[in-house]
Every structure is written in C-alpha cells, then in structure tokens.
C-alpha cells in the first residue's frame, strides 16, 4: 500500500502537528445571566453549573474566568415584573442594573469584551422580542425600541451588541443609532440566522423571559429552513453588522458552514442551553464522560465554521485547557 493515512496518526505529536481545526479560549464567549441584588447566586435548575448573578457575583466570576484566560462575555438580565412594559423602557432606564453590571465589569476588568443582548423580551410584559399591537408583532415601532436600548448599552461600556430579536432592518436602525450618538466603535454581532427551536429552554427558565401569549414563530426563523439564512445574511451584512450570527449551533451545523463559505464577515454560533443540558445530563448519569465528549462537541462548531462560539461549557473548557 502506497497511501496509508494511518501514518499521519501514529503519535500524539504527529496528529497534532496535522490537526486541521484548532479550538482557542479566546474564541470562546461565556453568558453570564443578572439579576438585581447583592449576594445572589442561584443555579439555574435546568442548567447545572449556571447561576443567576448579582453585580458582586458576576464581578468575581468574571475574575475568575480571567485567571483561565477566558475574557469574553455575553450578559443576560433577568428582569422583575413590576419593571416590565409594553415598550421596555427600563432597557435605556439610567437605573437599570444591567447597565451598571456592565459598566462595572468594564471599569474593573477593561481588557474584558462584553457583548449585550439587544430584544424586548427580557423588559417587556408581553414577553415578545417586538412591539405588541392587539396580538401582532409590529416590526417598525419595535424598530426604534432597539435603538434606544443599544445606545444604552453602548454608552453604559459594551463593546459589541447583540439584536437578538429578528426584527427586519433592526441592523440598520442600530446601527445608524449608534453612530449618530457618537459610537461608531461599537460592533453589532447580530443574531443572523436564530431559529424558533425547541432547545431555548433552560434559558428562558433563567430569565423568565418566555412569551406570555402565542409564540415567536413570527419573527425567529423556520428550522426547515437553510436558504433562508442566506437572505438574512445578506441584509445583515448590508445593515453593518460586524459579526454573522447562527443559533442553535448543533443542531444547525450546516448553517454555520453555509455562512461561512458565503460570507467574510466572523461567523458566530450560539451553543445554546438546551444543547448544553443534554449533555450536562448524559454526563451526570454516567453515560458519557464530560471532559471528553465537550470538547468534542465545542470542535465541531468550530469545524463547521464558527469563529466565535457562545457556550456555557466556555468557563469548563478553559479549566480544563489550563489544566
């Protein structure tokens, strides 16, 4: 036999010096979910080994994930009731603690990148990630809601915001919001392809942020759908986003690997919480072996395209790299 493949895998130091994809920590983003308060910090059922964080909680997480070199963060506020409204005005309230999180982490950490999540959802007592009128999603007149919260964001010390919502044209908006307020810096990592999936979950029981009526269905994308994202790609990126993003990631895998081959902008991949906790519970039964089988999971995202992944395995990860 002339061609053995067997032979570029003989030793550990020749598979490696043949690797072809290669997973870095600082290619990793790990969510912090917030909450008001002092002394909080209460695991997320549905996601073991994820807890709901006041500002000194998440000031001492975020120093801890720095001693692994894990930098990136991606923050989610879990908002009370009685702060909610139809237009989720607390979003840009100069007394919301999820600006104040941010600002602190920045004047504490500043080498650290934080990423917000742009959406109505978490303030809004509907539940939606747009604007309800009479049961309808009312695209434009959400369209300046974002606006208004990304400038927040901006301003409170984000570096790069997150339109997690779907909006049409919310890119844009944004976009032309953020430079006209004098931040011109600030990327947009816009959630490009977000599928209506089944895997959210853990997530929505983290912030209680789920739909008080019907579904978002509306907005989010059809998961029979591929050459769809195309589209959304397009007008992202024609918008000015900085970043393409796909969510889920294991379970669209082939989305990320269709984004990445047409488009050159740094494609994102949320591991979203539902994907995580199927293997967190796997791994708790004894079925199979953590420290195995997530790095694993984290190099197929990358193999499938990502060059940024949104992972609650990011803090373990880096442990186990640092080991």
């Known amino acids: 036999m002339l061609i053995r493949p067997r032979r570029n895998r003989r030793s550990e130091s020749i598979r490696s010096m043949v690797q072809e994809t290669r997973l870095d920590v600082s290619q990793l983003v790990y969510p912090l979910f917030l909450v008001d308060g002092k002394g909080i910090k209460n695991e997320v059922s549905s996601l073991p080994g994820n807890y709901r964080l006041s500002m000194d909680e998440a000031l001492r997480t975020v120093e801890e994930c720095l001693k692994l070199n894990l930098g990136n963060f991606i923050l989610f506020p879990s908002i009370a009731e009685e702060l909610k409204d139809k237009r989720a005005t607390y979003s840009w309230n100069d007394e919301n603690f999820y600006l104040k999180v941010a600002g602190s982490i920045k004047r504490e950490f500043p080498d650290t990148t934080l990423i917000s999540d742009v959406a109505m959802d978490p303030y809004s007592s509907d539940g939606h990630d747009g604007y309800v009128i009479e ?42 919001a953020l430079d006209d307020a004098g931040y011109s810096d600030t990327g947009i990592m816009s959630y490009t392809a977000k599928y209506a999936s089944a895997f959210y979950g853990p997530f929505r029981d983290a912030l209680d942020s789920a739909p008080k009526a019907g579904d978002k269905k509306t907005y989010q994308m059809n998961p029979a759908n591929k050459r769809e994202a195309l589209i959304e790609a397009d007008l992202d990126a024609a918008e000015g986003a900085d970043f393409l993003m796909v969510k889920p990631a294991l379970n669209y895998l082939d989305v990320i690997h269709l984004l990445r081959e047409h488009s050159q902008l740094p494609i994102a991949a949320y591991h979203v919480s539902g994907e995580c906790a199927m293997l967190i519970a796997a791994c708790q039964k004894g079925w199979l072996n953590y420290e195995q089988a997530m790095p694993e999971v984290l190099l197929s995202i990358k193999r499938a395209g990502a060059d940024v992944i949104i992972t609650y395995f990011a803090r373990d990860y880096a442990a186990l790299v640092k080991r």
């Open 135 to 176: 049961g309808k999603i009312d695209n434009d007149k959400t369209l300046p809601i974002l606006a208004n919260m990304a400038v927040a964001q901006a301003q409170a010390g984000f570096d790069i915001l997150g339109p997690s919502d779907m909006m049409d044209g919310r890119v844009r908006a944004i976009r032309e």
